[in-house]
């Protein structure tokens, strides 16, 4: 996979320097380091409780740091809610999708962003269906995304699959700058997490940073490009996964091994 790591003014698209969180006397993300360059997939793991959920909460804007900064295209970002994120074109797909089950498929994926109609019917607050149908079936396309029914039927109705494929048709809509994924392949099949590995590709491919939080090893290694280990809240390093093997990456999350200088990512 082609990997551009710097913008045009020689920053990471998006960084975070030094974040940390705690909660009372509980240190859950300590001084954490992050880049993400356009185009690469970069994947952060680490057991229950490492603080790999909370750093992505920290860059979605669903947590707000104690300490640290995100910088946008080289820029000082104020990230203090998820709205601030989409502000920066930051989209995230958590496990839970956040869809509205009761809601159709393109309802979905306008949900709270509704295209207006043009002119006096717009101001008055009108929804124009119509585009957001077309807009909707061009998206889901281009993504070899196949839903036959995008309106009328609630998504509650659709396989797991289908229902990570509209979170992520969603995300791809809005997201200009980076898609967070937070393990997206859980509970599906062999072939839902197949599809969806596909469509992470075609995500970096297009030139957008995908940012993948999972315990799926196999996922892990067949789409990323950089894998962050996180372990107790800090980041003890990031591997190559072209020069480590799987069981390799479970001893450096447990701290059975060190990680050593030849696995480190460029």
Not at 85 to 96: N, V
Not at 112 to 141: K, N, Q, S, V
Not at 149 to 155: A, C, D, E, F, R
Not at 242 to 266: L, N, W
């Amino acid at each position: 996979m082609s990997v551009v790591t710097e913008n045009g003014n020689g920053a990471p698209l998006i960084e975070a320097r030094g974040l940390t969180k705690r909660y009372g006397s509980i240190t859950a993300v300590d001084d954490v380091e992050l880049s993400f360059g356009r185009g690469e997939v970069v994947a952060i793991v680490g057991d229950n409780g490492a603080g790999k959920s909370t750093v992505i909460k920290m860059i979605s804007g669903a947590v707000v740091p104690d300490q640290g900064e995100i910088r946008v295209e080289g820029q000082p970002a104020t990230i203090r809610t998820p709205s601030e994120a989409r502000g920066y074109g930051i989209e995230t797909i958590y496990q839970d999708l956040a869809v509205a089950p009761n809601l159709d498929v393109v309802t979905n994926i306008y949900l709270g962003r509704e295209r207006r109609r043009r002119g006096p019917a717009g101001w008055l607050g009108l929804i124009d269906r119509a585009a957001m149908r077309r807009e909707a079936r061009e998206h889901l396309t281009d993504l070899r995304i196949n839903i036959p029914k995008l309106t009328g039927s609630p998504v509650e109705s659709l396989s797991g699959g289908q229902r990570q494929s509209v979170a992520i048709a969603r995300a791809m809509v809005w997201a200009s700058k980076m898609v967070i994924m937070d393990e997206p392949t859980a509970a599906l099949g062999v072939r839902e997490t197949a599809h969806v590995l596909e469509l992470i590709k075609r995500i970096s491919n297009r030139g957008l940073p995908v940012v993948l939080i999972s315990h799926d090893m196999p996922a892990v290694f067949e789409v990323s490009d950089r894998i962050h280990v996180h372990r107790l809240g800090k980041r003890v390093g990031v591997v190559d996964p072209r020069k480590v093997s799987m069981s390799d990456v479970v001893s450096f999350i447990t701290g059975a091994e060190a990680i050593p200088e030849e696995a480190i990512a460029d």
